[in-house]
């Protein structure tokens, strides 16, 4: 089976630039430091005093850290994927060939979500400093990078989704950047909000139960609770994963709509669109 | 090879094609001439599958360009007016994406991107970036795009737009060349000269309309039904504009540059009936010359006579 060719050409492009390498070695840097930093200050420079407790506390700042990363990198790769098709007038001949929309949506989620992947990945070994001293279990690991790896994923193709609808980068990276704040910020806000109305009145339960699913939209109460999740009490991960799935079903058919109209033409008012998309 | 049958494109109220009903034969090239605005990318970009037709039917090696766009995709090979290129690809990583798009077979792909970098002049910069080529190298790379799966048609929107004369003379030697492989051929253009010396066919859009369909050879011929003669004489100016306003066949004289310029009707015997007349009157000519027949001309007075009806 043949790879899908734009998800190999967007490899070539990514991976041949110095700014690959800079970022990936720039970022391991910056965490291993800050590992060191965190380890060091919990212990007060007398290792023997490391404890458990702590070192799950570091993996905990370390991992909801990474996240907050990826997250606001993301945008960064994915916001051009498809208007940028557009702004440079690739668009049209990329949908003149074979290449299914779906086929293009794909190549391009993918290749946007592969240098954070990797972001991910070569921090592997930063976290196993944390192991060293106990605390966190290798399934909180495996859960917390299957869940970081989803979050990149679902970013990236809302991403791709934004750009593919916005026609212009500039609007599609300031959708990605407001939909990506409003999940790491106003969802975490909102639910604790909720929350403290609820302890302050707790016949409120209306308020506690919408907390409940507001925090479960945010990625990083998610990851926090994952230590729950692993000992088999938490399902927030659970909501997170089918309201995003959701989200991204419902962007696809406008995207679709943009990326193939003639799909939508047998609709009621198909034909009255103006088709001057692929300009 | 490719039939339109009353194809109309509506955009809200406006009509950028109206009931277009064309028919090119398997390896012909045919021209689509017309000013800004006529409808000729409105046309090309349905016959590639781009937008659909408001109504009417296209085409394309048997395939309806509505129902079948997948089969359509497959036998085009389609250059848009104004494109863009993947700069930070070589020609050759350029051309082997493409043919991964459609699919062709890993082990021909080499070859036949060697082979048409050679037929468009661009074998030595196969291992160049894309973002180093000029605009009409790129112009002719896209030609190279649009071959890389053996299409059996092109589809190509103002191939010459915006290059220097120079990269326009190179451009019109690979159009010749692709003539030349047989396969059915449709350009656009603006620039109707360039017509003459690869297509086989002009048709003349206006506002949307296909005004006229004709061999380029018919075209020429019917031009000569209305010649320009330039006439220069020594001193008697006047014995030569009363011996040119007693002949019928004349339709208008204008004293120009290079000397008096008068739009003819007659036949070539009438034309030398008028030289002689001129001689044995006492006219002392210097030059009596028929213009070439410019093409460009040649739609002008179509589109001139259109709009007279």
């Known amino acids: 089976m043949r790879t899908n060719p734009l998800l190999e050409k967007e490899f070539r492009q990514r991976m041949r630039t110095m700014r690959t390498p800079v970022i990936i070695t720039g970022y391991v840097l910056c965490m291993v430091i800050l590992t060191f930093f965190l380890l060091y200050e919990n212990v007060q420079g007398q290792l023997y005093l490391v404890q458990p407790t702590k070192s799950q ?28 098709e557009r702004e440079r007038k690739t668009l049209a001949v990329l949908l003149t060939t074979p290449l299914s929309p779906i086929g293009i949506l794909l190549g391009k989620i993918l290749s946007s979500s592969a240098l954070l992947v990797l972001l991910v990945v070569v921090t592997l070994p930063v976290y ?60 975490g806000a909102v639910g604790y909000g909720l929350k403290m109305m609820y302890q302050q009145n707790p016949i409120e339960l209306f308020s506690l139960h919408w907390a409940n699913f507001i925090l479960a939209l945010n990625p990083l109460y998610v990851e926090a609770s994952l230590e729950g999740a692993v000992a088999g009490t938490g ?11 959701v989200v991204n079903l419902v962007l696809l058919i406008p995207s679709l709509w943009r990326l193939r109209p003639q799909w939508f033409s047998r609709l009621p008012g198909g034909r009255s669109h103006t088709e001057k998309q692929y300009q | 090879m490719i039939l339109t049958q009353n194809l109309v494109k509506r955009y809200g109220k406006m009509v950028a094609v109206n009931e277009m009903n064309l028919s090119v034969d398997r390896g012909t090239v045919f021209g689509l001439v017309g000013e800004n605005g006529a409808g000729k990318t409105s046309t090309l970009s349905m016959l590639a599958t781009l937008s659909t037709p408001t109504d ?3 085409y394309i090696n048997g395939y309806e360009v509505s ?36 699919d062709v077979d890993r082990r021909l792909v080499r070859s036949r991107a060697e082979e048409l970098l050679e037929r468009v002049r661009l074998t030595d910069k196969r ?16 030609i190279a795009r649009c071959l890389m799966h053996d299409p059996e048609v092109l589809i190509l929107d103002e191939p010459s737009s915006g290059l220097d004369p120079r990269s326009r003379m190179e451009m019109r030697a690979v159009l010749q060349g692709l003539r030349d492989m047989g396969k059915t051929i449709v350009i656009s253009t603006h620039i109707l000269h360039e017509l003459a010396e690869v297509a086989d066919e002009i048709g003349i859009l206006r506002k949307g309309e296909l005004v006229a369909v004709a061999a380029i050879q018919v075209m020429l011929q019917h031009s000569n039904a209305y010649r320009t003669l330039v006439l220069c004489s020594q001193g008697d100016d006047d014995g030569m504009m009363r011996v040119l306003a007693e002949d019928k066949q004349v339709l208008q004289v204008e004293r ?16 030398a009936a008028l030289l002689t007349r001129l001689v044995e009157t006492g006219v002392r000519l210097t030059q009596f010359t028929e213009k070439p027949t410019d093409i460009e001309d040649l739609f002008l007075r179509l589109s001139a006579v259109q709009e007279g009806m």
Do not use: K
């Open chain 1, 235 to 245: 399902r927030d991960w659970l909501t997170f994963i089918w309201f995003y799935v």
């Open chain 2, 56 to 58: 009417g039917y296209a």
């Open chain 1, 128 to 187: 196993s400093l944390v192991f060293l001293y106990g605390g966190a279990v290798p399934q909180e690991l495996i859960a917390v990078l299957g869940f970081q790896l989803f979050t990149i994923v679902m970013i990236a193709t809302l991403c791709v989704l934004f750009s593919t609808i916005a026609l212009r980068s500039t609007w599609s990276t300031v959708l990605c950047y407001g939909t990506v704040s409003v999940m790491m910020v106003v969802f």
């Open chain 2, 256 to 271: 120009g540059r290079m000397g008096v310029e008068v739009l003819y009707a007659g036949t070539h015997t009438q034309q």
């Open chain 2, 127 to 142: 291992n160049t970036y894309v973002n180093a080529l000029s605009r009409g190298m790129q112009q002719r790379l896209e």
């Open chain 1, 57 to 84: 506390q570091v993996f905990v700042i370390l991992s909801l850290l990474q996240m907050v990363v990826v997250a606001f990198l993301t945008p960064a790769f994915a916001a051009g994927a498809v208007s940028g």
């Open chain 2, 67 to 102: 129902r079948n766009p997948r089969e359509v995709r497959r036998s085009i090979g389609y250059m848009p007016d104004s494109f863009g290129v993947y700069d930070e690809l070589t020609v050759m990583e350029y051309l082997r994406f493409f043919a991964d798009c459609y």
